[in-house]
Structures are given as structure tokens and as C-alpha cells.
Nanobody, 123 residues
Framework: QVQLVESGGGLVQAGGSLRLSCAVS????????MGWFRQAPGKEREFVAA????????SYADSLKGRFTISRDNAKNTVYLQMNSLKPEDTAVYYC????????????????WGQGTQVTVTS
């Protein structure tokens, strides 16, 4: 069973930055596409960013391009989400996910999920 553990969430003022990390307990980490999703209270879980197995292909939600960056370190079995210029509307629980596909934006195509980390942005 693949386990994913997110960290790095917290409370930040608008305009600030956070870097989320997701450690994956899978020695074949490099064979998984990775993604980040988020879920705000009362809303559905939405796509944030995705990164291909080799790290060469990225995909972002249109509204987040230019502010968020996804990356991975296959040697550390870790995927990151750098979030800059944060806004109160970025407040949500952020989830890391792994897919056996090369890369995908679709929530239902992810096979494994972390428990999530809370990000709260104050105005």
C-alpha cells in the first residue's frame, strides 16, 4: 500500500508563501505521476497541479498559473507545491495524490491519497 504524508501547511497572511511537501512511502515513486488537489469548506475537491513521472510535464489549474509550482525529488520520494502570493481564497485542505498514469488532472484517475494539510490564508 502506497502511503502519502503531507506537511508544510499552516497559517499565513495574504501575499505570503508556503511550501507543501508530500513524502511517499514507495520505492518505485518515480513510476507515479503526482498531483495536488485542494478542498475548501462546502466545496468539491479541485485540481491544483500535476507533474509527470519524470518531472518533465506539468499541468496547473488555470487560475493558479504563475503563483503555484509543483516539483519532485525522486531521490527523496517527495513532491512539493510552492505557493506564492497567497490569497484568502486559497484557504483549503491540500491533498497530495499519486497516479499510475503518466500525468493527469482528473481526480478519479488518482490511485492513492494523503490525509491532507490545512492551509489558511488571512487577509
Amino acid at each position: 500500500q502506497v502511503q502519502l504524508v503531507e506537511s508544510g501547511g499552516g497559517l499565513v497572511q495574504a501575499g505570503g508563501s508556503l511550501r507543501l511537501s508530500c513524502a511517499v512511502s514507495e520505492r518505485t515513486f518515480g513510476s507515479y505521476g503526482m498531483g495536488w488537489f485542494r478542498q475548501a469548506p462546502g466545496k468539491e475537491r479541485e485540481f491544483v497541479a500535476a507533474l509527470s513521472r519524470g518531472g518533465f510535464t506539468t499541468s496547473y489549474a488555470d487560475s493558479l498559473k504563475g503563483r503555484f509550482t509543483i516539483s519532485r525529488d525522486n531521490a527523496k520520494n517527495t513532491v512539493y507545491l510552492q505557493m506564492n502570493s497567497l490569497k484568502p481564497e486559497d484557504t483549503a485542505v491540500y491533498y497530495c495524490a499519486a497516479t499510475k498514469r503518466i500525468v493527469t488532472r482528473l481526480r478519479d484517475e488518482y490511485d492513492y491519497w494523503g490525509q491532507g494539510t490545512q492551509v489558511t490564508v488571512t487577509s
